[in-house]
């Protein structure tokens, strides 16, 4: 099918390349010419795992533009999986979703379908679907249908190939047949219901994960105040097939560009409604207590980080991606750095987004040994594999005093007793080193 995806984010990008490797031709659009002349070159703008390569071997059934007309006026399918960023009162920014729809509705000449992939809030494509209608100019049949994304970022082509389900909220056969013969080659359980319900799915998922993270995180703060270890109960409660073993790890909070911004966005929505989420409210506000954790622990040592030499281990809100939207890093380090802290990071490749935030002001290193050397605290914002593997030798070698903090738990706290080390993490014991 001829398939047109504006938008050349995680969720437009991955969509467009995983629909072509399921044989569509895909035409991928984008106001950013440079980005458009990069994925021309074959290359991704995106870190993600398996993309690039899966870009070249499709590469002739994919075309990328900035001419939006050129890619919208003969498809028979058109992705929006353009961003809706968070507005300053928690809402979701519909403006570049209309925008697109408007482009869409001012140069489709043939009968399809326009699918938006990107989250919005109930009653959008309601919305769009009438903007479409007052604004379209050929006399063409435009149906719109909502099909949200489950794509995690770090395993988005994965998560994509072999999709957990796919959602189609249609309300009429034209718009549901056209659907299902796109996703005909997809293995996954298909759910096929009306839009608004389709809209709901996505923000009911992500923001139970979110609950269930906050959840855990408030046990874990629990546990290190009784004494127990939140990754015993978690074992524990993971044996219940109703609760599952998913999901519950204890940290830092949630970061990233979807649990942040989605809770919010349905909160918001409630009260328009004039009603209260309060269990969501909750996990917007314990995530944000949890994310000052490691300012909270390291004061435990340290008043004040005037002068203090930090080791920062990860800088993005997960491993397996550049991006540093709401990583807790980034509400963490500002603090240190206000106080005069010296602050030495390392991030296999997020590292790039922060240069341009913070040019100067912490020097980034290109090993962990060099970032740890005369370090009189380590902070750990990131499990990636490599801070999993370093031998505690290490931080005793290189540290002038060996604190460590770990907001992601990346080592038993075991391997620490007895030694010098004083080590930190979530919901579980503090080893206090024999220094
Ligand atoms: C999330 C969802 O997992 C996807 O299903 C969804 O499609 C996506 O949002 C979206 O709406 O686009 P993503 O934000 O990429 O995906 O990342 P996650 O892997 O879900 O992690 C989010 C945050 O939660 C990270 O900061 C991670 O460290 C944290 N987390 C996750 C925990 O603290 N504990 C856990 O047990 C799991």
């Keep these: 099918m001829k398939i047109a995806v504006a938008g050349t984010g995680y969720v437009g990008l991955v969509t467009g390349v995983c629909l072509a490797e399921h044989g569509h031709s895909v035409c991928c659009v984008d106001i950013d010419e440079k980005k458009i002349e990069t994925m021309r070159q074959g290359i991704s703008p995106i870190y993600e795992e398996g993309l690039s390569e899966l ?24 992705f929006i999986g353009v961003g809706t960023p968070e507005k300053r009162d928690g809402s979701a920014n519909l403006a570049y979703v209309y925008e697109a729809a408007k482009q869409i509705a001012h140069t489709v000449k043939r009968d399809c379908v326009v699918v ?49 389900r796919i959602v189609i909220g249609a309300e009429e056969a034209f718009a549901r047949n056209v659907m299902l013969r796109v996703y005909e080659k997809f293995d996954a359980p298909k759910l096929v219901t009306d839009r608004k319900s389709a809209e709901m799915v996505k923000y009911a998922s992500n923001d139970f994960l979110a609950l269930k993270i906050s ?27 109703r609760i599952g073993n998913k999901f ?9 560009s979807c649990f942040p911004k989605d809770t919010k966005a349905l909160h918001w929505l409630a009260n328009s409604y004039d009603y209260e989420m309060k269990t969501v409210k909750a996990a917007i506000e314990v995530n944000e207590n949890q994310k000052l954790k490691m300012v909270r622990k390291a004061r435990k040592y340290y008043e004040d980080f005037a002068g203090i030499t930090v080791a920062v281990l990860g800088l993005t809100f997960k491993p397996g991606t550049d991006d540093l939207r709401e990583a807790p890093s980034l509400v963490n380090l500002p603090i240190f750095l206000e106080e005069g802290a010296i602050i030495r990071a390392w991030d296999p490749i997020g590292e790039a987004g922060y240069r341009r935030l913070y040019p100067s002001e912490i020097c980034y290193c290109e090993t962990i ?58 919901g579980r014991e503090t080893v206090c080193g024999e220094a």
């Design 248 to 256: 519950l790890k204890a940290g830092i909070g949630y970061g990233g």
């Design 116 to 164: 938006v992939k990107s989250t919005v809030p109930i009653g959008t494509n309601d919305r769009l679907e009438k903007l479409i209608r007052r604004e379209q100019k050929a006399q063409v049949k435009i149906a719109v249908a909502s099909n949200p994304e489950f794509l995690a970022q770090g395993t988005a082509v994965r998560d994509t190939m072999h999709a957990s």
């Design 55 to 78: 870009m070249v071997k499709n590469r002739e059934r994919m075309t990328f533009t900035t001419d939006h007309e050129e890619a919208y006026q003969d498809a028979e399918v058109i």
């Design 369 to 426: 040994e060099e970032t740890l050397k005369g370090a009189e605290l380590c902070l750990i914002f990131t499990e990636w594999r490599e801070i999993q593997e370093i031998q505690p030798e290490l931080f005793v070698k290189q540290m002038k005093k060996p604190i460590i903090i770990d907001g992601r738990n990346c080592y038993p706290p075991e391997v620490f007793k007895g030694g010098q080390i004083t080590y930190e993490s979530i």
């Design 215 to 241: 959840y855990i995180n408030e046990i874990a703060n629990l546990c290190e105040l009784v004494g127990a270890n939140i990754e015993d109960v978690t074992a524990g409660m993971g044996f219940d097939s």
